[in-house]
């Protein structure tokens, strides 16, 4: 049973461009959520989806972030006109209800912006 | 807003001894859970063990427990007998048990970094 799936692993972006974070949650699971990881800090959550719905964005930066969960197809952290504190490791963690379910984790996607 | 506060930026061990690290946590609410994640030079998050507030029983998990102490809010992790593969970084994490606020949110201490001496 293959575990939360995220992509890529590592992305280089130049200032100004945008960045496209993958996640598919694990076979089953219809919640997922988002963390990021700035250097030397703990993981923060950023934002909670089920499919086709936000449920809680209020970890997400006002500007340049958003985040989907399509129907079809994995969870999608979108990030537009990357800066160079955007650089981080963002996380993505599934699980088979809200509240109490244990999230499960991806990976994570280590962004570094030039 | 609920806050978790890991007080050790580093620890080490030797090898077969034990480790206790801390955590602390704040909150106003009386129904909550609390984890220990370990994250290994990977990356990937793994959890480690898990307590619910409402159990006076201490969970532990094989080389793994925990010593939960609701009223002083603490929540530390013991690891016996450690072994290499231990050597990571651990964080502990709260997530509100209550039914209408945001009982999947976790939220993470700093992080405590284990290194283990052979």
């Known amino acids: 049973n293959a575990g939360v799936m995220q992509n890529p692993r590592h992305l280089v972006r130049r200032r100004g461009q945008e960045a496209r974070l993958r996640c598919s949650p694990m076979?089953?699971?219809?919640?997922v959520y988002w963390y990021r990881q700035l250097p030397e800090e703990g993981l923060k959550f950023m934002v909670y989806?089920?499919?086709?719905?936000?449920?809680?964005e209020s970890g997400m930066p006002k500007e340049r972030f958003s985040a989907e969960f399509p129907k079809e197809g994995p969870s999608i952290l979108r990030i537009q006109q990357v800066v160079r504190g955007d650089s981080a490791a963002y996380f993505c963690?599934?699980?088979?209800?809200?509240?109490?379910?244990?999230?499960?984790f991806g990976p994570g996607t280590r962004l570094t912006v030039t | 807003a609920q806050t978790v506060t890991q007080s050790q930026p580093e620890m080490s061990v030797q090898e077969a001894e034990t480790v206790t690290l801390s955590c602390t946590y704040d909150t106003s609410e009386s129904d909550y859970y609390l984890f220990w994640y370990k994250q290994p030079p990977s990356r990937q998050m793994i959890l480690v063990i898990r307590q619910e507030a409402y159990k006076q029983q201490n969970a532990t998990e094989n080389r793994f427990s925990v010593n939960f102490q609701k009223a002083a809010k603490s929540f530390s992790l013991k690891i016996s007998d450690s072994q290499l593969g231990d050597a990571a970084m651990y964080f502990c994490a709260y997530e509100s048990g209550s039914s209408g606020g945001s009982n999947y949110k976790l939220t993470f201490g700093k992080g405590t970094l284990l290194t283990v001496n052979p």
């Open positions: 989806l089920q499919k086709e719905n936000i449920i809680d």
């Open positions: 076979k089953g699971h219809s919640h």
């Open positions: 963690a599934s699980s088979q209800g809200m509240g109490l379910s244990e999230q499960y």
